[in-house]
């Protein structure tokens, strides 16, 4: 059996503080693991690499995988790695400053996990996605309020559609769970009229679907295919529907596939 080497034993420790605070400064790291300032930079350099946290001015964010809601553990699992190159690729299209308003998706989770450390004003209905950017000092937090629905840790219905409409934002992005000929869909008849008061009080509207969500319908149908203004896509989907995107008006952005992480250094330190 493999034996735990001290080095990963410490980086399992740091990355446990770091996820249930949100946020942890260097210094306050360093005294709880009674190693130096320098350790702990190493360690969370290694940790940003498999994408666990993200340094930032003054600490430490966690980025790394989703809350322990039935939503996340099933679909966070499923084409994971499409889902962080989307994000990756839908982070570049967000300019600091913006304000930007994320639903409740997996997709969304894991951009939301890109852009935390980056000044910005985020609107969210998620409460997994709030709780990331809850110890921010970078990031101005408004959460959507209503009924929240168990499974995904979302709100909805009438009193969060009618805080929305109080709202104005740059940029609104929704995850969807399925696209075919007719438009987008989703699998929650509430869920469905909270997005389409957020595609009304924003500027432009992203949205973010895997290549295997294309072809399917769900239960609730969103939107047409022409009625949002971009569309983030993993390099699977196919010419046929990267062209019918395209024939609809919607800018289509093609994420590139995930560079593979860098071999770490060996370890010199206690």
């Known amino acids: 059996m493999t034996s735990v080497t001290p080095a990963e034993e410490r980086r399992h420790r740091l990355l446990e ?6 946020f942890a400064s260097l210094p306050e790291l360093a005294g709880q693991l009674q190693v130096s300032e320098s350790t702990v930079r190493r360690d969370v350099d290694y940790l940003e690499e498999s994408g666990a946290a993200q340094r930032t001015h003054g600490g430490v964010f966690y980025t790394g995988p989703s809350p322990k809601l039935p939503h ?26 913006d304000t930007v308003l994320l639903d409740g998706g997996s997709t969304t989770y894991e951009l939301a996990q890109a852009l935390v450390g980056r000044p910005l004003q985020v609107v969210t209905n998620s409460l997994p996605v709030a709780t990331l950017f809850a110890s921010s000092d ?3 937090l408004v959460v959507v309020g ?3 629905h168990s499974r995904t840790g ?26 075919n ?9 509430l869920l469905v009229e909270t997005e389409r008061a957020m595609m009304q009080v924003a ?29 983030v896509v993993d390099d699977g989907i196919s010419g046929q529907w990267q062209e019918r995107i395209t024939s609809a008006g919607v800018q289509l952005v093609v994420a590139p596939p995930l560079e593979e992480p860098k071999s770490s250094e060996t370890e010199q330190q206690p």
């Open 17 to 22: 503080i770091v996820r249930r605070r949100g």
């Open 72 to 97: 996340f553990e099933h679909r966070q699992a499923a084409h994971w790695e499409k889902k962080r190159q989307i994000a990756r690729r839908a982070a570049e299209l967000i300019e600091d400053g």
């Open 138 to 140: 970078l990031v101005d």
């Open 146 to 148: 209503g009924y929240v």
């Open 154 to 179: 979302v709100t909805l219905g009438p009193y969060a559609n009618e805080m929305l409409r109080q709202l104005c934002v740059r940029r609104a992005v929704l995850s969807v769970a399925g696209v």
């Open 181 to 189: 000929e007719r438009g987008y869909y989703n699998s929650n008849l």
């Open 203 to 231: 500027d432009q509207v992203l949205v973010l679907a895997d290549s295997t969500k294309f072809g399917r319908a769900s239960l609730a149908h969103l939107c047409d295919l022409g009625a949002i203004d971009s569309l």
